[in-house]
Structures are given as structure tokens and as C-alpha cells.
């Protein structure tokens, strides 16, 4: 029978404030256990929360960047619980009034709605120790600031959802509030999802939690479609419960309901006295935000000519924009950005992909080596195909390109002499292009030592190429 | 002896701290067997903040060498703070309260902890993990609570000051119980830090002494804005010693006519009208009020204050501090029985009453109805305060009552506090000074209710009327 899947995504966002969200501990992520803690974090009798102002601000940054209103008046709420990581026995969190509202994210072509962003508390850690009839806490985590954003249930298929959370954690990364790492658990996601045969009525919900990568919150949705789909299939119910992931057996498993049938008991957090932010505070932070990836896109089509998918591809992520613009940036004047991005959006990629990795900084090929490798092919000393084998060599080797080229036994021609005859009937068959080198075109000498590799099939070194050429251009000149 | 009397034998150099601390604990050795105020006392603790501040050099300001008794619920590095609780037991808090910070370093020596009920939860000091503390003026009777101990202490002359925290009167009612005054500042007008909570938007520190003046100046030292506490507030704090001395003339106090219905003991009504002629005489107008939603106010003080108490006590689980039940298997096992065998009757309670309503299903009916009603009892005070400078009433229906009188009947005890709830509820100042005795010689108290911020103003009425109706120099007969 064919289903309609209903998806929301909750994410949980730590921010990198230098310190906790109510006391001066230091946030830093790594420390020895309880090394960061203080009476306030541990929830020590007689302690009281204060807010720190800067995670209101990340947070409206947040909102804003969100496209969500903002809430003016500030009010937290104590979530009740028991649980070891939760010193209080209660979280503070927001409730009934979220600190943004109303928002949404463009996936493409589709608005995703955001239902909610607001500030709470993290809580500490558990570690059970393998064997051992006893749990550790660590209490480090215990303050740190998190934002909640909440989507509505807009999402019909995982695929949907694996965008969205992409999107979403690239103008996040924009935003530069928060490390955004899921493996670091800095960036982390609770799926809801449900299934329904008739598009009037939702489905009972389930909750999947332990999403710790990007491609587990892929494939628990699509494992949990397909098990609701056989529950109804045979006619059964799903049941409205918390699953966790196992990543390992590639399966969701329901929790003991018993542990979770919790009555939080929010009630407005009397330590904290609510309090109005101003126009004033709202316009200040959204003066100072970021261009944010869609913006980009479209500068980047202004400013560099690029066609609208591939300044969207480059901006998706503010890792890749910013190597495209570093790109750019150290390339000489006029070589082409297209090839550029062509290179970023297909070879870099692929390779990438196949590395899994998600961050373009991981992949160990700075910018100036794409322009280093770009700038061999435009130079005439190695062919675009020849590039790619290159290119893929010098990821591996983690060399650059020129040294690949040299180490692949590319013969290169450095012999003073044979370059230096080569250059001077360069010089003598292109005047134009000497007269614009002397004419302060810098660009010029590039095409003369392209037209030098050319003489030389490829076969002369560029740099010393260019180095002969110029002696002979600046000799002559004098 | 009163501060200022301790403070001038200093000046003079007729006296040391140690002389005075010594005497004082001789007086706690002797009597407090018999009275049992303090929850925790160590002398050899005391004589060493002596010594240091012996050694120590700097200006020598009123409280310099002064014994205070602090209240169980109060932080104190160096001491136990368990709020009377088992669940607490061993617990030494590793900071210092904010209030504690200043009384250090105005010199003020700790002479150890004030018995209470068991987290503040009680109206005669019977709620105690310690045991009760006796009335200094009758030993078969409650000496009021929850600050019962800070009061006795004060009345039995032990130390002439102490600390006691006030959530809905329980520094008022004990303090008319012993014959003492005692004032709840302004909800911000004192930090919260380091005050183990019981209802954190009700809760004060306060101080307890046997004069006006002395209360005057042991609030001037512990008010003011505190970085650490966001309920602070950031006002001014006045020279309340110089305040006093502009005296009571042509201020306006309102006597609510709610507040001699029935249940009102007869001695107690009399002692006020006395007290209230005697006012006009100092040149005070009075003049009758009417604050219509005081009947309200118990029960909905029972609401917020056993929500905000139910989630406050959440975190005695024995996971990182305090009592840990040895027989718990799972972690749930181990809350449950640690919970269960840590809290007292009256602790559990208050726990389940406010856990009930918060829960879901019942807050809107519960609690978001308490919160609407506290907002009327505070526009019933605006209203008043209007006409009137303050409004004072009986601190307590009836004198000191027997000891294990209204224990078995817990509404019974939640009545002694009628009149000093709804000054929580608004957030507002309110003092209880003695006003007279009984024929049987306990005393009566009477309660001052001020604007927000307008300690001062209390002071200023509650010294003039002292100060002519000397009943402060009345002492419990101890031996």
C-alpha cells in the first residue's frame, strides 16, 4: 500500500560562546572529565543561573538567519527530570515563548518551515565503563549553551531530509556560532517521523534518537519507512515511542517506553526574571549578519560570472565558497573562474565523495594547489586530461600538482639554453603580447609561457620558463 | 548586649572579640541543651575566625567581632548546610553565600548553625532532622519557624544577631513567637546565592535581632545587587541608621480590616490596638483598609510554593552529594529509596503537593491560576500603598502554641502563617516587632508591611514605636 511519510528534524546546536550558557566556565570541548565545572554547572545547592548575554545574541543571530521573528520577550522554563547527567533535576530550557518562531529554510526548491529556535542548558555525560556495575558522569557538557531548532513536519521523504539537515547546517556554518560537528556532537539531530495512508491524519509519531552522521539520519529514516510500512501492511499499529539508531546493525530499536513516559512539569524558571530585548539589540545583531548562502549564490553570479547551479553548489557550504574565493583570489588576473568552480563542484567532489569526507579542508588539496594544477593545463604543460590522474595523485600523495608532474616523469625541459632559444622566437612571433607586457599587462607574460609550452610540447618547466622569459623582456627593455 | 553596645566595649577598648565569643559560647554550652537553637556548633570553629581576625588589620566597622547564628539553609564554607534534612547530612557546601561573603569581610564572627524546619517547610522548628527547638520564654512551646533557631538564639540572648530566611513568614512568625524583631527585605533587596531554595520567588534572607537599629544595620550590610543572582535588584541601598533618626512623625499606616476575623486570640487583637494608639501618639495616622484577596493567599502560597519547592529539592538524589541509600539496585531504586528515606513527612508532603500541580493536565487549573490570584494580591498592596506609607497587622493570630499542638494537622499549622503569606506573594518588606506580652507571658508580635525598597521607612516607624513602648528590654527568665 503506498504511504505518505511525514518528517520533522530536531536539532540540537552547541554554541561556541568562551563561556557556559549561567556561569563563567569555561565551554571548551575536550577537557578532562569535570575539569570544567563550577557549584552553578553542578547544580550545587544554594546556586543560582545567570544568563550570558552572548548566547542570546548567537541565538537571535540564529533566529534571524532563520528567518524567523524574534521574540522580544525573553522567558525560560525548568524542563523536570531525573537522570545523573542533570544536576538539578531539571533543565533550563524555553517553552511556551521560543526565542525565534516562524521561520524556514530553502531546500532547493522547497520551503522547509521552522517551527521553533530556542536557548536551553546541555546536560552532562554518562560513561559506562565496559564490565563494570557502575556508570561515570562527566559534568564538563553540563551548561554548555544549545540552541533546539525545530522544523515543521514538512518533509516527505528521507532524501528531504538528509537536504534540509545539509542546508540548514550550511547557513548555520555561515552563522559561525557553533563548530556544527555531529561526530563532536556539537551538531546533533532527532528525527520524527511517521507514516500515513490517508494525507488528512498524521500517523503516530516515532521519535528516532542517536543520529550521529548525516548518513545515519538518511538511512534510519528510510530503515524506519520501511518498518512502519510492513506494521501497516499487516495491519498493525505503529506504535508512538523513542527509537535509537544503531549504526552498527543499520536498524532502529524501540527504548523501554517505561523510562521516557515523562510529565516535565514546565513551569516559568523563577531564578531567571524574564526580560525584554529591544529593537535596537535585535537590529544591531542582524546589521552584523553574514552573507548568507543564498546571497552568496548570487553575488557569485554577479561577480564572477558563474551560471545559478554552479554558484548555488559552491555556496551550499561555507567550507567550499570560501576555497572557491581563496581560488580566486590567488589566481592570476583573468584566468578563468569558471574552470575553477568546474573543478571544485566536479573532480574535488568526486573525490571527496568517494573519501567521505564532508569538509573540503579535509581533503588535504589547499586552494593553491587547484590553482597550481589549473594553472599547468593553461600554461600548456600538462592536457586537462592528464590533470585529473594528476590531481587525484596529488590528493593521494599529498604532494603538489608540480611535484606529481615531476615525480610522473613528465619530462620537463630545464636547460637554460633550450628555453631561453624557445623564448626568444616566443618573443619575436608575438609582439603584441610584449608590447602589452611592457605595457604593465602582467597577464601577458602567462600567455607567452603558455606559447613557450606550447614550442616546448609541454615539455619546459614553467616556473624557469617564465623566470627566462622575463629576464629576456626586462633586458631587452632596458 | 546589642551591636552597638558590643561595638562601643570594642572602641573603648574595654573588650576583645575573644572575651565576648567566649562568654557567648559559654552561654550556648549552658543553656542551649535546654533550648536547642543552633543545628550545628563547634567552638573550636568559631575561636579561629577569631584569631584571624585578630591578626588581622583594617578598619574596624559596627559588625567587626560580632557573634551572627546562620540559618541550616544558608552556605557557609567550613560548615555543614543541610537544612536540616538527613538528605543533606554531610554536606559542605564548597562556597561561601553571597550574604556570608559580606558579613566576612565586615568582620562578623560565625558562631555556627540556626536549627529550622526541615527546609523551610514548617511553623514551629518540630521539622527538624535535629530535633525541636523550645521557646527561650516557655521551653514547652514552639519557638515558631522555620527560623526557629535564629530566633531563639537572638531571644535567649546568644548571639545578638542571626540569619533566618523568610518564604512566607518564617522569619516574621518566629521572631513574634520570641519576642524579637525580625524583617523579610524586599524579594531582590537581599542575594539569593548561596540560600539552599525552597520557593526561589518567594524566598529572602533576613536578619533577626533584639532591636530595631541592630536589624536596621545587619540588612544594611547584606542588601544590595549580587552579579549572581538575576532576581537581585539593582536599587540603591540607604544608610538605614540614618533613615531611623528622622523619626515616625506624620507617617500613614493602614490597619486591613480582614485581619481581626475570627481565629484572631483575643490577647493578641488587644496588644495591637494598644500598640496602634501608642503609634498615634508618636504622631502616626491610622487609619482601617481593606485588603479583599488576603484569603486567598494561603492557598495559593500552597501552590507556587510547593511547585517552585518540589522541583528545587529534585536534585537531592543522592547522586553527587548529601545521603545516598545503600539498598538501591537501579538508579531508579536508588532515587526513590534515597528520596524516601532521606526527606522528612513534611518534606514529602509539600514534594507531592507540588508536583501535582505542576503536572500536566492540572497546571492550568493549579498553578497558572495561583500565579494570576498572586497578581491580584499584589494590586490589592499597590492599592493601599497609596494611601497608606504601611499597612501592619498581627504577625500571628495566636502566641507561641504547644509543642506537638498542631503537628498531627498540618492546615491547622498553615494558618499560624495568615498573615505574613500574602507579604511573600507581593514580594514586599514586612518586620515583626514585639508589641506586648501575654498574661501568661509569651509574646505578641506585630508586622509592618512596606513598599518595595522601603525598608527604611518600616525601620523608621518600628524604632519610634520601640523605642516607646520599650518592650525590647523585656528578657526571657533563663537559667
Not at chain 1, 525573553?74 to 523536570?80: A, D, E, L, M, T
Amino acid at each position: 500500500m503506498n504511504y505518505t511519510t511525514v518528517i520533522g528534524l530536531e536539532v540540537h546546536l552547541q554554541l561556541k560562546t568562551a563561556t557556559k550558557i549561567f556561569c563563567g566556565c569555561s565551554n571548551r570541548f575536550g577537557a578532562a572529565p569535570n575539569s570544567q565545572v563550577c557549584p552553578v554547572c553542578l547544580g550545587f545547592p544554594g546556586t543560582l543561573p545567570v544568563l550570558n548575554r552572548q548566547v542570546l545574541v548567537s541565538g537571535i543571530r540564529v533566529a534571524l538567519g532563520l528567518s524567523c521573528g524574534v521574540q522580544p520577550r525573553i522567558v525560560f522554563h525548568r524542563k523536570n527530570y531525573f537522570y545523573p547527567d542533570l544536576p538539578k533535576a531539571y533543565q533550563i530550557s524555553q517553552y511556551d515563548l521560543p526565542l525565534g518562531s516562524n521561520g524556514f529554510v530553502q531546500v532547493g526548491g522547497q520551503k522547509v518551515r521552522v517551527n521553533r529556535v530556542h536557548m536551553e542548558e546541555d546536560a552532562g555525560k554518562l560513561i559506562h565503563k565496559e564490565g563494570e556495575n557502575a556508570s561515570l558522569v562527566d559534568y564538563n557538557r553540563c551548561g554548555v549553551p544549545l540552541l533546539e531548532i525545530v522544523s515543521e513536519p514538512d518533509m516527505r521523504f528521507p532524501e528531504e531530509a538528509h537536504a534540509y539537515l545539509k542546508t540548514l547546517k550550511g547557513i548555520l556554518e555561515y552563522l559561525d556560532v557553533s563548530d556544527c560537528d555531529m561526530e563532536k556532537g556539537s551538531l546533533r539531530c532527532d528525527a520524527n517521523v511517521s507514516l500515513t495512508p490517508d494525507t488528512k491524519v498524521f500517523g503516530s509519531k516515532v521519535e528516532i534518537k542517536n543520529l550521529n552522521s548525516f548518513k545515519a539520519v538518511a538511512r534510519a529514516l528510510a530503515y524506519e519507512v520501511q518498518r512502519q510500512a510492513a506494521v501497516l501492511d499487516e495491519g498493525g499499529r505503529v506504535q508512538q515511542e523513542t527509537r535509537l539508531w544503531d549504526d552498527v546493525k543499520e536498524m532502529t530499536q524501540g527504548m523501554r517506553s517505561k523510562e521516557f513516559a515523562h510529565d516535565y512539569r514546565y513551569f516559568p524558571e523563577p531564578d531567571l526574571v524574564p526580560f525584554s530585548v529591544s529593537k535596537e539589540e535585535i537590529g544591531a545583531v542582524r546589521a552584523v549578519l553574514p552573507e548568507l548562502p543564498a546571497q552568496k549564490a548570487d553575488r557569485f553570479v554577479r561577480e564572477y560570472g558563474l551560471p545559478a547551479t554552479d554558484a548555488a553548489g559552491l555556496t551550499a557550504e561555507k567550507a567550499s565558497a570560501d576555497y572557491y574565493e581563496e581560488c580566486v583570489k590567488r589566481a592570476p588576473e583573468g584566468s578563468q573562474g569558471k574552470t575553477l568552480a568546474n573543478w571544485i563542484l566536479s573532480d574535488v567532489a568526486r573525490e571527496m565523495n568517494e573519501r567521505g569526507l564532508d569538509d573540503i579542508g579535509a581533503l588535504g588539496f589547499p586552494p593553491e594547489r587547484l590553482v597550481e594544477l589549473v594553472g599547468l593545463i593553461q600554461s600548456g604543460v600538462i592536457s586537462g586530461k592528464m590533470a585529473k590522474e594528476v590531481f587525484i595523485e596529488a590528493v593521494e600523495s599529498r604532494q603538489s600538482p608540480s611535484e606529481v608532474v615531476k615525480a610522473k616523469g613528465l619530462a620537463q625541459v630545464t636547460d637554460r639554453g633550450a628555453i631561453q632559444e624557445a623564448a626568444l622566437s616566443v618573443i619575436q612571433e608575438q609582439p603584441r603580447a610584449v608590447e602589452d607586457y611592457r605595457g604593465g599587462k602582467a597577464q601577458a607574460l602567462m600567455f607567452m609561457v603558455g606559447q613557450l609550452m606550447r614550442k616546448t610540447k609541454g615539455a619546459a618547466s614553467p616556473a624557469l620558463s617564465q623566470e627566462i622569459l622575463r629576464e629576456l623582456l626586462e633586458k631587452k627593455n632596458a | 548586649m546589642t551591636v552597638s553596645e558590643i561595638h562601643a566595649l570594642y572602641q573603648s577598648g574595654k573588650t576583645s572579640p575573644s572575651e565576648i565569643i567566649e562568654q557567648a559560647i559559654r552561654r550556648i554550652e549552658s543553656l542551649d541543651p535546654k533550648i536547642h537553637a543552633f543545628a550545628w556548633f563547634d567552638p573550636q570553629w568559631v575561636r579561629q575566625q577569631v584569631k584571624v581576625l585578630e591578626a588581622r588589620g583594617g578598619g574596624r566597622g559596627p559588625l567587626w567581632g560580632i557573634p551572627v547564628v546562620v540559618k541550616d539553609n544558608i552556605c557557609v564554607q567550613g560548615a555543614p548546610a543541610t537544612c536540616a534534612s538527613k538528605i543533606l547530612s554531610g554536606f559542605d557546601p564548597p562556597y561561601n553565600a553571597t550574604v556570608i561573603e559580606k558579613l566576612r569581610a565586615a568582620g562578623a564572627i560565625l558562631m555556627g548553625m540556626a536549627n529550622m524546619d526541615e527546609f523551610a517547610f514548617g511553623s514551629s522548628c518540630e521539622h527538624s532532622c535535629y530535633g525541636p527547638t523550645r521557646n527561650p520564654w516557655d521551653l514547652g512551646r514552639v519557638p515558631g519557624g522555620s527560623s526557629g533557631g535564629s530566633a531563639a538564639s537572638t531571644a535567649a540572648s546568644f548571639t545578638p544577631l542571626a540569619l533566618g530566611s523568610d518564604t512566607g513568614g518564617s522569619i516574621r512568625q518566629p521572631a513574634s513567637f520570641c519576642g524579637v524583631v525580625g524583617m523579610k527585605p524586599t524579594y531582590g533587596r537581599v542575594s539569593r546565592y548561596g540560600l539552599i531554595a525552597f520557593a526561589s520567588s518567594l524566598d529572602q534572607i533576613g536578619p533577626f535581632s533584639s532591636t530595631v537599629a541592630d536589624s536596621a544595620l545587619l540588612l544594611g550590610a547584606i542588601a544590595g545587587f549580587d552579579p549572581r543572582d538575576s532576581t537581585s535588584g539593582n536599587v540603591p541601598v540607604p544608610d538605614y541608621l540614618q533613615e531611623i533618626k528622622q523619626g515616625a512623625k506624620g507617617l500613614r499606616i493602614g490597619v486591613p480590616k480582614e485581619c481581626f476575623g475570627k481565629g484572631i486570640d483575643p490577647e493578641v487583637n488587644e496588644a495591637l490596638q494598644q500598640a496602634l494608639e501608642q503609634c498615634k501618639k508618636l504622631g502616626i495616622t491610622v487609619k482601617e483598609v481593606s485588603l479583599p484577596r488576603t484569603e486567598y493567599a494561603i492557598p495559593t502560597y500552597y501552590v507556587v510554593a510547593t511547585a517552585e519547592a518540589s522541583s528545587n529539592l529534585a536534585r537531592f538524589d543522592g547522586v553527587q552529594y548529601g545521603y545516598r541509600s545503600a539498598s538501591g539496585q537501579t538508579i531508579l531504586d536508588m532515587y526513590a529509596k534515597t528520596r524516601g528515606e532521606g526527606f522528612g513527612p513534611e518534606a514529602k508532603r509539600r514534594i507531592i503537593l507540588g508536583t501535582f500541580v505542576l503536572s500536566s493536565g492540572y497546571y492550568d487549573a493549579y498553578y497558572g491560576h495561583a500565579l494570576k490570584v498572586r497578581t491580584l494580591i499584589k494590586e490589592d498592596f499597590d492599592r493601599v500603598f497609596r494611601e497608606v506609607d504601611c499597612v501592619v497587622t498581627p504577625t500571628s493570630p495566636t502566641p507561641a502554641f504547644k509543642l506537638g499542638e498542631k503537628l498531627a494537622d498540618p492546615l491547622t499549622m498553615y494558618l499560624s502563617d495568615i498573615f505574613t503569606i500574602s507579604v511573600n506573594m507581593a514580594g514586599l518588606p514586612g518586620v515583626s516587632i514585639p508589641c506586648g506580652f501575654t498574661k501568661a507571658g509569651l509574646p505578641i508580635g506585630m508586622q509592618w508591611i512596606g513598599r518595595p525598597f522601603e525598608e527604611g521607612v518600616l525601620f523608621r516607624g518600628c524604632h519610634a514605636y520601640e523605642r516607646a513602648a520599650g518592650w525590647h528590654t523585656k528578657r526571657p527568665p533563663l537559667s
